[in-house]
């Protein structure tokens, strides 16, 4: 449950014991009020994007007259949040988006939280591209946050998607750029020059002296998915695919559609990538 409506039946219930579970958020208003209106549905969005975390209490004032003054209610919109049966924060008058997710965030979780301690989890087993994943999604819900930026370089570089990495740490403000960042930026550095494995750099060679070999080049292709290095591998079965859409009875497509599933569909690698066979294709 997300959202109540409140009387004097269940008030003790939802505003005093459920306080001690999770935050209350109580919300005063009433049909007359036109801010009220206007506030009411932004707290509703919010009940569910937070998806339990904290329970919206609605008060309508007018028919709960003996709750509102108990808890000094003066003005309509008012709203209180309630912690171990106690109001804690709140604000009274209607308040923009930013103003009501900056008092939750006092109290709450981010949304993003949990996606960010799954994705540890992933990374600690070894699964990199489903951590890449939630961590994509997390940094992109905060609003590219300086912590979750740092935590979504990290997983990329970790899956050694180099590029992406350090795409994503550029757009760190300079003034941001501390320890952290410096550390990921030399990993980054380390990684490069490590270079690729022997197998890798042997068939490269190969392709060199024949470059219309599409064997070596699919070969190639799947060597540098396995070392997740998609971006390459990907642009070397697009030169096949170019030139045969059904080269060796279809196993460039299919090699280059198990790399996008490798990635993860709703990655903007992948997509990018779906749209350039597409536009081979059709």
Known sequence: MNVIDIDQENAQQYLIDESFNRPVVVDFWADWCAPCKQLMPLLEKLADEYA??????????????????????????TVMVFKDGQPVDGFAGAQPETAVRELLQKHLPSPWDAKIAEATELLDQGNTADAVGLLRAAWEESNKLLDVTLAYA????EANRLDEAEQVLDEVRLVDREAVHEQLMAQIELKREAGKSPEIEALEREL?????????????????????HFRDALEHLLVV????RDW?????????????????????????????LFSILY
């Open 154 to 157: 990290g997983a990329l570089i």
């Open 241 to 244: 695919l170019r030139s045969d």
């Open 208 to 228: 060199g002296l024949d470059e219309s070999n599409h064997g070596i080049r699919v070969k190639l292709a799947v060597q540098l998915s396995a070392a997740s």
């Open 248 to 276: 060796n009875n279809g196993e460039a497509k299919r090699m280059y559609l198990d790399t996008i599933a490798t990635i993860g569909k709703g990655d903007p690698l992948a997509a990018e990538y779906q749209r350039k």
């Open 52 to 77: 339990g975390a904290f329970l919206l209490a609605k008060i309508n004032a007018d028919e709960q007259q003996g709750i509102s003054q108990q808890l000094g209610v003066r003005s309509l919109p």
